[in-house]
């Protein structure tokens, strides 16, 4: 049985963002679970390269029946008219939607109703987005969480007790929207409650294009207690996670999907603070796996760090919470629901 894949791999570079991410996820899982007759499609070179996109697309066409895509907004406006008409001649599109944005993609653009109907299934990221897009007139949106391919941590190996300095860390890309400089503000404002350096914030990420000197000055105001710790291969990221005390996600987006980093974090048994993204509560549990606080009150992070430090005891308690939370995210459960999807 063979099967096209389109999305974004990368050319021969490497990218650390999430929907490079999921597309290397999702072929590689598909590989290990037998589907070894992949025709891809690179979106990379749809502007690097428009020949070797043009014939790769091509190839995918002419080669597979099953089809699954995976597309940035700029894919899906480029791609989704193509994709409609190939589903009229027979062939099964299954897209594995980016984000949590679809439903009101499809509002403002009521073209798209008839391009995502047509496919064989969209598969989306949260619970609420697929009521959402059924409230829309999507009659074929499916739940099916992102996923990774991670070495859960066992119970036996969780830090059981910490002490000062509490370790906090952030695992995204580094840019103010994914609210760096919110967490290292915020740091700095609870060690000067306590009046000494009790809260210490490593941050690991790809640094946004620009955002060099804009990090630096921040991290310099910090006096040694936020400091930049480069990149971690994304298979590698629950053994960077799991020694820290809780995980930092005070997002500016207010529509992430289902964001990687949770998924590493839940994996490492390491507890997450986060601002309210929209559809933060189906994946962190308040006073369960983590501490949430409003998204329309960026202020309270403070307040959720000092929290967890004047109750170790309870947020300790978190990270069996967490473990047991990060199956539903795995490749063993989420590759039977795709096989199933796919009918093989």
Same mark, same amino acid.
């Given at each position: ?10 050319? #021969? %570079?490497?990218? &650390? ?8 996820? @999702?072929?590689? =899982?598909? *590989?290990?679970? +037998? ?77 798209? #109703? %008839?391009?995502? &109907? ?8 949260? @619970?609420?987005? =697929?009521? *959402?897009?059924? +409230? ?209």
């Amino acid at each position: 049985m063979g099967i096209g894949i389109i999305g974004h791999f990368g050319g #021969k %570079k490497k990218f &650390n963002d999430g929907q490079t991410v999921k597309t290397i996820v @999702t072929y590689d =899982a598909l *590989k290990r679970y +037998g589907i070894d007759n992949m025709a891809i499609v690179d979106t990379y070179y749809s502007k690097k390269n428009p020949i070797v996109f043009g014939l790769s697309l091509l190839n995918c066409i002419l080669k597979h029946k099953k089809i699954i895509v995976l597309l940035s907004i700029n894919g899906r406006r480029i791609l989704f008219p193509i994709l409609y008409i190939l589903s009229k001649f027979g062939k099964e599109i299954y897209h594995y939607a980016i984000g949590g944005r679809l439903a009101r993609e499809v509002e403002q653009k009521p073209r798209w #109703k %008839k391009y995502v &109907n047509s496919f064989k299934g969209n598969w989306v990221e949260s @619970t609420e987005l =697929a009521d *959402k897009l059924q +409230g829309v007139g999507v009659k074929n949106a499916i739940y099916l969480p992102n996923f990774k391919k991670l070495n859960i941590i066992k119970p036996d190996e969780m830090i059981t007790e910490y002490a000062e300095p509490f370790r906090f860390c952030i695992f995204s890309r580094v840019m103010k929207e994914k609210g760096i400089e919110d967490a290292i503000q915020a740091i700095a404002d609870v060690n000067k409650t306590y009046g000494k350096e009790i809260a210490q914030l490593d941050i690991y990420g790809p640094i946004e294009s620009g955002y060099d000197e804009q990090l630096n000055d921040c991290l310099n105001k910090s006096d040694g207690s936020c400091k930049y710790c480069g990149v971690v291969e994304p298979s590698k990221s629950v053994e960077a996670l799991k020694d820290y005390y809780m995980l930092l996600f005070p997002t500016h987006w207010r529509h992430e999907g289902i964001p990687g980093t949770i998924i590493d974090s839940l994996s490492a048994g390491v507890p997450i603070i986060s601002r309210r993204w929209q559809y933060c509560d189906e994946m962190i549990t308040d006073n369960v796996t983590g501490y949430v606080y409003n998204f329309d009150e960026p202020e309270k992070l403070v307040d959720k760090i000092i929290y967890s430090i004047d109750n170790v005891e309870h947020t300790m308690k978190m990270k069996k919470n967490c473990l047991e939370s990060s199956y539903q995210y795995s490749e063993e459960c989420v590759m039977k629901k795709i096989m199933r999807e796919l009918n093989i």
